[in-house]
């Protein structure tokens, strides 16, 4: 019996596994397929080695393999596998054959966010937004994955606070309406308010956290951190951006205005000897001791 495309998916996964992860082997397993035993390399075979690529950290290989996959016609027509792994469905539709992936588009995830990830881990954040913008040419729709990698890039990103703000804003351009939500890009939206406000711009820190659909807490926490860091500090800001946000104390998940968000409340107040913390007990948190610690710390650092 000859080997198939799924026996070298499965061998190059192998690699993959090995301690330590072995990817001088995987390339060569996919180097060899087709040479001896006419098995073209598929989305599969490429994404497998790719993954060995980002276990092992190394960049270069996996934008080589991710430039051939495309020059030799496999072009990717999703975003990538979270983490590597393949699920069980998809190693079943896999089985029988590759026409399923017409029916069931968006089931599947391919090696972008593998690569980005690389660049993430390494604070590549420019390297990152040119490989998002090759994805995005090719028609690839990013998930929340995706720009949760790009974020981190511009997290760990020596670059200077204004690089930082270009990249993020020529993502943001790039998005479809329907992917400017706080759902898929809620990690973008989170780094661009705080690079604004390290660039004490409150203004466009504000500007982007209006355009943003559908709000969640970290957000929110972002906007109102960058309340309290600014100078001068906006103190009126924060307690009606507060006042005014959709989010709802008590509320399960997204819903919950978090402890962090009312600590920046409570710190740009106490910037200006403001005291609201009556205004911000309206949100039904009767415990206000962790808001206290926190204003204390600050006070704390100001006078050391």
């Not at 090995?18 to 060569?28: E, G, T, Y």
């Not at 949760?148 to 511009?154: G, I, P, R």
Request: proline share 4%; aromatic share 10%; net charge positive.
């Amino acid at each position: 019996m000859s080997p198939t495309s799924v026996t070298y998916t499965n061998a190059i996964g192998v690699c993959k596994r090995a301690d330590p992860p072995d990817l001088k082997n995987a390339l060569v397993l996919l180097g060899e397929a087709q040479k001896k035993d006419g098995v073209k390399p598929n989305i599969f075979m490429y994404s497998a080695a790719i993954w060995v690529a980002e276990v092992c950290k190394d960049s270069k290989a996996a934008v080589f393999l991710l430039k051939t996959m495309r020059n030799n016609q496999c072009r990717p027509n999703a975003v990538a596998y979270d983490g590597g792994k393949l699920s069980s469905h998809l190693f079943f539709l896999l089985t029988y054959k590759m026409k399923v992936l017409v029916k069931y588009p968006s089931h599947f995830r391919f090696p972008w966010t593998s690569v980005l990830s690389i660049f993430g881990a390494q604070g590549k954040l420019e390297e990152a937004c040119s490989l998002f913008r090759l994805m995005k040419r090719d028609e690839v729709g990013p998930t929340a994955v995706t720009l949760q990698k790009l974020a981190l890039a511009s997290q760990k990103s020596t670059c200077p606070p204004e690089t930082v703000v270009e990249c993020l804003e020529g993502v943001l351009d790039q998005l479809k309406d329907y992917e400017r939500n706080a759902m898929i890009s809620g990690p973008i939206y989170n780094r661009l308010i705080r690079a604004y406000g390290k660039l004490n711009d409150f203004d466009n820190s504000l500007r982007i956290f209006e355009s943003i659909d559908r709000m969640n807490a970290q957000i929110l926490s972002s906007m109102l951190f960058v309340c309290s860091a600014v100078t001068p500090v906006r103190w009126q800001d924060a307690i009606i951006i507060l006042h005014t946000s959709d989010i709802v104390a008590g509320a399960a998940g997204r819903g919950k205005i978090e402890y962090s968000a009312l600590s920046y409340a409570v710190i740009a107040c106490s910037k200006e000897n403001q005291w609201k913390v009556r205004a911000l007990s309206l949100f039904g948190y009767k415990n206000m001791s962790t808001l206290f610690s926190a204003v204390s710390i600050h006070e704390f650092n100001r006078r050391a």
